[in-house]
């Protein structure tokens, strides 16, 4: 019988440099498409976009909860609903601003939504607030608007009820 004979080959594992360039190669032509379609600063634009169209719509639907509670129409210290568009804010009512936030905090919401870019918008009270939203009735219809001039992207964001 024979003998056979074992031979101990020693393995060699692991990549050439060139399968790793490669690899390093694709990994980032495929990152590189990637930030093209997700692009970050317009995702980032469309998500305060979509919290703006929640934001006046929530306002909206509080101004019609306090007129359905004062049958049929707005109570609040501030006076009538503005026919003009105005600035939701307690920081100028002497120049236009209409200060809305006592007419709904506390009794429809604890505190007011503002626009989640504008650098002035804020709330921290009903006397210290600036939504950046803005407010008009039409004279013709009666309807009430709350629109977001801070808009990004070209869109128009306004809830008219």
């Given at each position: 019988?024979?003998?056979?004979?074992?031979?101990?080959?020693?393995?060699?594992?692991?990549?050439?440099?060139?399968?790793?360039?490669?690899?390093?190669?694709?990994?980032?032509?495929?990152?590189?498409?990637?930030?093209?379609?997700?692009?970050?600063?317009?995702?980032?634009?469309?998500?305060?976009?979509?919290?703006?169209?929640t934001d006046?719509?929530?306002?909206?639907?509080?101004?019609?909860?306090?007129?359905?509670?004062?049958?049929?129409a707005f109570?609040?210290?501030?006076?009538?609903?503005?026919?003009?568009?105005?600035?939701?804010?307690?920081?100028?009512?002497?120049?236009?601003?209409?200060?809305?936030?006592?007419?709904?905090?506390?009794?429809?919401?604890?505190?007011?939504?503002?626009?989640?870019?504008?650098?002035?918008?804020?709330?921290?009270?009903?006397?210290?607030?600036?939504?950046?939203y803005s407010?008009?009735?039409?004279?013709?219809?009666?309807?009430?608007?709350?629109?977001?001039?801070?808009?990004?992207?070209?869109?128009?964001?306004?809830?008219?009820?």
């Open positions: 019988m024979a003998r056979l004979s074992r031979s101990h080959k020693k393995y060699e594992g692991g990549f050439t440099v060139l399968e790793f360039l490669i690899v390093v190669a694709i990994a980032g032509l495929l990152a590189a498409i990637m930030i093209l379609i997700l692009d970050p600063v317009r995702l980032t634009a469309e998500v305060r976009n979509r919290q703006r169209e006046v719509n929530a306002i909206v639907n509080l101004i019609y909860r306090n007129i359905s509670d004062n049958h049929g109570s609040c210290a501030a006076g009538v609903i503005p026919t003009s568009t105005r600035n939701m804010s307690d920081n100028n009512p002497a120049v236009g601003d209409y200060d809305i936030a006592g007419c709904l905090v506390p009794k429809y919401i604890s505190s007011l939504p503002f626009d989640p870019s504008a650098s002035s918008a804020q709330y921290a009270s009903t006397t210290n607030y600036d939504l950046q407010i008009q009735q039409s004279t013709t219809t009666g309807r009430i608007t709350i629109s977001a001039p801070n808009v990004e992207q070209g869109s128009t964001i306004e809830a008219t009820r």
